[in-house]
Structures are given as C-alpha cells and as structure tokens.
C-alpha cells in the first residue's frame, strides 16, 4: 500500500494563503486518484477536494470552491492543495488520501491515508 506525507501546514492570519504537499512513497502512485479531507475538533473528517489519475477532473467541497485548488504531478509522486482566501473554519487537520481507482471522492475508497498536517487560521 502506498504511503502519504503532508507538509505545509501552519497558522495564518485570515485572508492569507498556504500550500499543502503530499509525497506518495511510490512512483506508480500517477495511477492512484487523490484527495484532501480534513477534521475540525469535535467534528467528523470531511472531504475537502478530488483530483483524478490524469490530473484532468477535479472536484471541490462547496466550502472551499472558489478558494482552494488541488493539483499533481501525473509522471511523479507528488500532489498539492493550494488554500487561498483562508477563514478560521478552515482551521482542521487536514489529510492527504490516495485510492486505487482513478476517480473518487468518497472517503471510504481511499486506502491510503497520510498522517495529517494541521492548518490553524486565526480571526
């Protein structure tokens, strides 16, 4: 099973921005669907965004369109979630996912769960 590591999380004032990264630890990983989803304290994890294999679907939780973009490097083991606009509810852990089919947002697909960066935006 593929490996996950997030980095690029931290505490931003609102309105502000950051970048997160998620490294798979396997290069066959461009065959693998990604997303985020995070956990607010006291809250059930929720899906934030989707990407496909060929990097060419996403998709975004009404929350966050508009503001964050997900991306990835289809010939490597990389992907990305820029957050733009950033509001103290987005303030969670927040979880890079891979599964093995190319194209899902649905959290009980995912096999493969990175350990969580958490992103703290203050008021």
């Known amino acids: 099973q593929v490996q996950l590591a997030e980095s690029g999380g931290g505490y931003m004032q609102t309105g502000g921005s950051l970048r997160l990264s998620c490294v798979a630890s396997?290069?066959?990983?461009?065959?693998?669907?990604m997303a985020w989803f995070r956990q607010a304290p006291g809250k059930e994890r929720e899906f934030v965004a989707a990407?496909?294999?060929?990097?060419?679907?996403?998709s975004y939780a009404d929350a966050v369109k508009g503001r964050f973009a997900i991306d990835r490097d289809i010939y490597g083991n990389t992907g990305s979630l820029q957050m733009n606009s950033l509001k103290p509810e987005d303030t969670a852990v927040y979880f890079c996912?891979?599964?093995?089919?190319?194209?899902?947002?649905?959290?009980?697909?995912?096999?493969?769960w990175g350990q969580g960066t958490q992103v703290t935006v203050s008021s």
């Open positions: 996912a891979a599964t093995r089919k190319c194209d899902s947002d649905d959290p009980g697909e995912f096999g493969a």
């Open positions: 990407i496909d294999c060929s990097g060419r679907r996403t």
């Open positions: 396997r290069q066959t990983f461009s065959s693998y669907g």
